[in-house]
């Protein structure tokens, strides 16, 4: 049995996977495939990546080639989420913020730097024509952070997954003042290259396992119920999750890989490009 560890965020685009361990499906091809929930996001994967805790990644796109380029020693073999990913932009709920505007030359709260959360504030300075150079952070963890960060005033804003933080606003506990979806699929599979070295084989048919799934995988009977259940959500936000959420089995292609390192070094995020070899590995 070939034991492989796998890390993602405990959210709903990652159900596909939680489905085919507890079917045993990988156990079936003789892989013990291992899941490690990381709700501090892609920094704390890019991490654990480096530090061989885990052995895939289910990560965020812009993220991962941000640390291949300084050095994570992972390739992506796959994308995994096709569609963007919509971050709600929130302050919390008795914030004196209104406006979007307001928001500029804030604090905002990150899970880490490096993070999805810390990138895409760049990305929405930018898209506001903000002075990035201003762009102030406090380091919150996770999302249980940022709702103590945002309602004791320690940072003044929050970006996260519009679906994943719907109940909190719900709840009245952040208020959202816009979305910044990203300008590119959403989430990729990486794995450390001593893995593709060593497993490709067990690497091909985790892969051809979690596509085959995911082709059907809205047409799953009460998908969108189960879904809710899981993870605590409204049916009727679930189901406009589903409708604008899509998932992918193909290679992501060069020209949005240059689009993201074009962007990424404007923001001054990475010091230069890498060449596709190093960010991309074809199984």
């Known amino acids: 049995m ?23 499906i990988y156990q079936n091809n003789d892989i013990e495939l291992v899941w490690k929930d990381f709700p501090g996001g892609t920094g704390a994967m890019c991490e654990a990546l480096r530090s061989a805790d885990i052995d895939i990644a ?18 992506i073999v796959q994308t995994y989420i096709q569609s963007p990913l919509i ?3 929130h302050v919390g709920y008795d914030s004196p913020y209104q406006e979007l505007s307001d928001l500029e030359n804030t604090s905002a709260a990150i899970s880490r730097y490096g993070s999805g959360s810390h990138l895409m504030a760049y990305v929405n300075a930018q898209n506001n024509a903000w002075d990035t150079n201003n762009l102030t952070f406090e380091v919150i963890k996770n999302l249980e952070g940022a709702v103590e960060g945002l309602t004791n ?17 719900d709840a009245k506990t952040f208020r959202r003042l816009g979305d910044c979806p990203t300008p590119w699929p959403c989430f990729v599979i990486a794995v450390r290259e001593e893995i593709l070295a060593t497993k490709k084989e067990q690497i091909k048919n985790i892969l051809n396992i979690i596509n085959t799934t995911t082709t059907d995988f809205k047409q ?4 969108d119920k189960t879904l ?6 409204q049916l009727n936000d ?20 240059q689009k993201i390192q074009d962007q990424l070094l404007q923001l001054e995020i990475i010091d230069h490009k890498a060449t596709t070899q190093e960010l991309i590995f074809t199984i």
């Open 87 to 89: 971050w709600g932009i």
């Open 220 to 223: 799953i009977p009460s998908i």
């Open 153 to 169: 005033g320690t940072a003044d804003y929050f970006m996260w997954e519009h679906f994943t933080t719907k109940p909190l606003v």
């Open 238 to 257: 679930i189901q406009k999750w589903l409708q604008l959420t899509e998932w992918s089995q193909s290679q992501l292609d060069t020209v949005t890989l």
């Open 228 to 233: 809710a259940y899981r993870y605590d959500q």
């Open 58 to 75: 289910i990560i965020l796109t812009e993220g991962i080639v941000k640390d291949i380029i300084a050095g994570n020693p992972s390739k």
């Open 2 to 24: 070939h034991k492989i560890k796998i890390g993602g965020v405990p959210e709903h685009f990652n159900l596909p996977w939680h489905l085919t361990i507890e079917d045993n």
